[in-house]
């Protein structure tokens, strides 16, 4: 793999990591909600599930798609069906009270936060479809296994850093208040998004 190659593969990663979906918004949600120590666990499941979907991609998962379009429709619908159960959730629950006392419970476990990252990336299978293109146009044959393992590092730690970045951003002081006193407004709007996002999904 040359450097050049290389270096087209790192900013094609950081592109897709940063591209708005799912990921992102989840990100975006449990910083102002949970702070940036949960917002670090969801991280580490969404860099795991992008792992997930690059090593279906390095495996030729783009060809099975392609022989068995129903194994696609399927992946599609149960992503979305979770995607719309998660933006009902956050609608439903948009009129709850936020408790902004410093010395509450931590509301998510770290293992929690991590699987609610995990499946939130799995949720939407185009990643596969967007790492066989990166990899297919980077990548040439023969490439030795530790080098597909580097690249797999990289994935990881862009989609991780990127979605742990949102998090803190979003879990300062000053967003913070400004979500409690929108509580009902932003939650919804979240849900919403969350759910077109899966409409969408299921429709392309």
């Known amino acids: 793999m040359t450097p050049t190659a290389f ?36 991280a580490l499941g969404i860099g795991a599930g992008a792992v997930v979907w ?8 783009t060809l099975v798609l392609a022989a068995a379009p129903a194994l696609l429709w399927a992946l599609k619908l149960g ?14 629950e948009a009129k709850t009270p936020f408790i902004a006392n ?20 799995l949720a939407n299978p185009k990643p596969a479809v967007m790492f066989s293109a990166i990899f ?14 580097a690249l797999l590092v990289i994935i990881f730690s862009a989609e991780t850093l990127w979605n ?26 979240f849900g919403g998004l969350l759910a077109l996002l899966g409409i969408k999904i299921a429709a392309t």
Not at 54 to 61: D, I, K, N, R, V
Not at 168 to 184: D, M, V
Request: glycine residues 10%; positive net charge; charged residues 15%.
């Open 7 to 42: 270096s087209v593969f790192v900013g094609l990663v950081i592109l897709a990591a940063i591209s708005p979906g799912p990921a992102v918004l989840m990100s975006v949600r449990t910083g102002l909600t949970e702070g940036l120590r949960t917002g670090f666990m969801l």
């Open 54 to 61: 690059a090593s279906a991609a390095m495996f030729g998962l």
């Open 79 to 92: 992503g979305a069906a979770y995607l719309v159960w998660m933006g009902w959730r956050l609608w439903h």
């Open 102 to 121: 410093d010395d509450r419970p931590v509301p998510r476990s770290a293992a929690s936060a991590f699987r609610l990252g995990l499946f939130t990336q």
């Open 136 to 149: 297919l146009g980077t990548v040439p044959p023969g490439t030795a296994p530790w080098v597909y393992a």
């Open 164 to 189: 742990t970045a949102v998090a803190r951003i979003f879990s300062l002081q000053r967003t913070r208040a400004g979500y409690i006193s929108l509580k009902t407004v932003i939650d919804r709007s």
